[in-house]
C-alpha cells in the first residue's frame, strides 16, 4: 500500500498536481479535484470528514491516502492590547509559540520556523532553549491554518517570521510555506504583507532573493557595528554585518531593519549615528523595538525618553524610523518567553533544576 502523503507540506501548485494524478487514478470526475484542494488551506477543513461535500467513501479513502496532520493548542493568552499568544504542540511534544497582532483593520501573525534556535542572541529568550529541530513546511503554515479553524475572522492579514528560529537556516521548509502563505490557492497573502525576518544568514538571503514575488526582507540588525554586534548576536562571527548588508543592497525587495534597544549596549550616539548611514545607503526603514522586559536577562531596556530622542536623530539624518509599541505587556508576548516561562513552571513542578544561560 502507498505511504500516506502530507498534502499540507507542498506548495498549492504540486499538492493540485497530486490531488488531480490520484483523482485521475481513482477514475473520479475531475471537480472532485478542486473539491479537494480548496480544503487544504483556503476554506481548510479539521479533518475530511468535515468536508461534506465529497461523499462519505471517498472522506474515508482521503483520511487514509492524504491525512491532514494538526497542531494542537496548548495555551491561548489574550492580552488586554488584543494581542493573542498560541502555545501550539507538535507531534513529538515539542512546543512554539506565535503571536496574533491586530492593529487599525490589519491581524498581524508572527509565525515560528523552527522550535528553539541554535543562534545564541543574548536578548532573546528563544536563543536561552538552543535548537530542538526545524519545523516542517505544513507545521510553519499550520499555525495559520489552525488560527483559522478556530475561528475564520481571525484569518491573518499579514504574516510576519519573526517568531521562534531563524527562518532562513529552515529555508526548504521556509521556502514552500511562502508559496502557501502566498498562491491564491493557498492562503493568498499578498507577498508585500508577508516579511521573512533573519539576523543575516546570507546563502538564505541570497534564495529568498531569487524568488519573483515582492516578500519584504527585514534584518535583525541590533548593532549597527560589527565589532559591537558580535557581543549581542554570536552570528556576526559567522555573516559579518557588512556581507550581510552587501548582500541586502542587491535586493528589489523593500527591507527594514530591525533593532531592539538596550540600555548602554546599543544605544549610544555613535550607535545612531552608523545606523542612520547604513539605512541611508540602503533606503531601509527602521523599526526600534523596546527590549521586552522579562525576556532577556541582565539586559535593560532603554528608557522611553532615550528611544524618542534616538528615532529623532534617525529622522533628523533622513531615516524613515518608527518607535513599534512593545505589544502584549501582560502576557508573555516577547518571542519564545512563554515556552520559557511553560517550561520553568513544568521544572518547577518537577524540582528540576532551570538553566537559562544562553546557548
Ligand atoms: S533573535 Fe532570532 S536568531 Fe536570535 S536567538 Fe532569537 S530566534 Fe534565534
Same mark, same amino acid.
Given at each position: 500500500?502507498?505511504?500516506?502523503?502530507?498534502?499540507?507540506?507542498?506548495?498549492?501548485?504540486?499538492?493540485?498536481?497530486?490531488?488531480?494524478?490520484?483523482?485521475?487514478?481513482?477514475?473520479?470526475?475531475?471537480?472532485?479535484?478542486?473539491?479537494?484542494?480548496?480544503?487544504?488551506?483556503?476554506?481548510?477543513?479539521?479533518?475530511?470528514?468535515?468536508?461534506?461535500?465529497?461523499?462519505?467513501?471517498?472522506?474515508?479513502?482521503?483520511?487514509?491516502?492524504?491525512?491532514?496532520?494538526?497542531?494542537?493548542?496548548?495555551?491561548?493568552?489574550?492580552?488586554?492590547?488584543g494581542t493573542r499568544k498560541y502555545l501550539w504542540t507538535l507531534g513529538d511534544g515539542e512546543k512554539i509559540e506565535s503571536v496574533l497582532i491586530p492593529s487599525a483593520g490589519?491581524?498581524?501573525?508572527?509565525?515560528?520556523?523552527?522550535?528553539?534556535?541554535?543562534?545564541?542572541?543574548?536578548?532573546?529568550?528563544?536563543?536561552?532553549?538552543?535548537?530542538?529541530?526545524?519545523?516542517?513546511?505544513?507545521?510553519?503554515?499550520?499555525?495559520?491554518?489552525?488560527?483559522?479553524?478556530?475561528?475564520?475572522?481571525?484569518?491573518?492579514?499579514?504574516?510576519?517570521?519573526?517568531?521562534?528560529?531563524?527562518?532562513?537556516?529552515?529555508?526548504?521548509?521556509?521556502?514552500?510555506?511562502?508559496?502557501?502563505?502566498?498562491?491564491?490557492?493557498?492562503?493568498?497573502?499578498?507577498?508585500?504583507?508577508?516579511?521573512?525576518?533573519?539576523?543575516?544568514?546570507?546563502?538564505?538571503?541570497?534564495?529568498?532573493?531569487?524568488?519573483?514575488?515582492?516578500?519584504?526582507?527585514?534584518?535583525?540588525?541590533?548593532?549597527?557595528?560589527?565589532?559591537?554586534?558580535?557581543?549581542?548576536?554570536?552570528?556576526?562571527?559567522?555573516?559579518?554585518?557588512?556581507?550581510?548588508?552587501?548582500? +541586502? #543592497?542587491?535586493?528589489?525587495? $523593500? *527591507?527594514?531593519? =530591525?533593532?531592539?534597544?538596550? %540600555?548602554?549596549?546599543?544605544?549610544?550616539? @555613535?550607535?545612531?549615528?552608523?545606523?542612520?548611514?547604513?539605512?541611508?545607503?540602503?533606503?531601509?526603514?527602521?523599526?526600534?523595538?523596546?527590549?521586552?522586559?522579562?525576556?532577556?536577562?541582565?539586559?535593560?531596556?532603554?528608557?522611553?525618553?532615550?528611544?524618542?530622542?534616538?528615532?529623532?536623530?534617525?529622522?533628523?539624518?533622513?531615516?524613515?524610523?518608527?518607535?513599534?509599541?512593545?505589544?502584549?505587556?501582560?502576557?508573555? +508576548? #516577547?518571542?519564545?518567553?512563554? $515556552? *520559557?516561562?511553560? =517550561?520553568?513552571?513544568?521544572? %518547577?513542578?518537577?524540582?528540576?533544576?532551570? @538553566?537559562?544561560?544562553?546557548?
Open positions: 500500500m502507498a505511504q500516506p502523503t502530507t498534502l499540507l507540506d507542498l506548495p498549492p501548485e504540486l499538492s493540485a498536481e497530486r490531488i488531480r494524478a490520484w483523482v485521475a487514478g481513482e477514475k473520479l470526475p475531475a471537480y472532485r479535484a478542486e473539491q479537494m484542494h480548496r480544503r487544504l488551506w483556503m476554506d481548510p477543513v479539521a479533518s475530511w470528514q468535515d468536508a461534506t461535500e465529497l461523499p462519505k467513501a471517498l472522506r474515508e479513502r482521503l483520511e487514509r491516502d492524504f491525512p491532514l496532520p494538526r497542531l494542537s493548542v496548548d495555551v491561548i493568552q489574550q492580552s488586554q492590547d490589519r491581524r498581524t501573525l508572527c509565525i515560528s520556523s523552527q522550535a528553539g534556535c541554535a543562534l545564541g542572541c543574548t536578548f532573546c529568550a528563544t536563543g536561552t532553549m538552543g535548537l530542538r529541530r526545524n519545523l516542517t513546511a505544513w507545521e510553519i503554515a499550520a499555525q495559520v491554518r489552525e488560527i483559522v479553524l478556530l475561528d475564520v475572522n481571525d484569518k491573518p492579514t499579514n504574516v510576519v517570521f519573526m517568531g521562534m528560529g531563524e527562518p532562513l537556516v529552515n529555508w526548504p521548509a521556509v521556502d514552500a510555506t511562502l508559496s502557501i502563505l502566498n498562491d491564491p490557492k493557498g492562503f493568498g497573502i499578498g507577498a508585500r504583507h508577508i516579511t521573512v525576518s533573519t539576523v543575516g544568514i546570507v546563502p538564505g538571503m541570497k534564495a529568498l532573493a531569487a524568488r519573483p514575488e515582492q516578500f519584504r526582507l527585514a534584518i535583525s540588525m541590533h548593532s549597527p557595528k560589527g565589532a559591537d554586534r558580535i557581543g549581542i548576536m554570536p552570528i556576526e562571527k559567522r555573516y559579518p554585518l557588512k556581507e550581510v548588508l552587501d548582500v +541586502a #543592497a542587491t535586493f528589489h525587495k $523593500r *527591507v527594514t531593519f =530591525e533593532y531592539v534597544l538596550i %540600555a548602554g549596549v546599543n544605544d549610544r550616539d @555613535d550607535d545612531a549615528a552608523v545606523l542612520a548611514s547604513h539605512a541611508r545607503r540602503m533606503g531601509a526603514h527602521v523599526n526600534l523595538l523596546p527590549l521586552h522586559p522579562g525576556g532577556a536577562p541582565g539586559l535593560v531596556p532603554t528608557a522611553p525618553a532615550r528611544i524618542r530622542e534616538f528615532c529623532q536623530f534617525l529622522v533628523d539624518q533622513g531615516v524613515e524610523a518608527v518607535v513599534r509599541r512593545s505589544r502584549g505587556l501582560d502576557i508573555d +508576548a #516577547a518571542c519564545g518567553q512563554l $515556552r *520559557v516561562q511553560m =517550561e520553568k513552571k513544568r521544572r %518547577a513542578d518537577h524540582q528540576e533544576p532551570v @538553566d537559562a544561560t544562553p546557548s
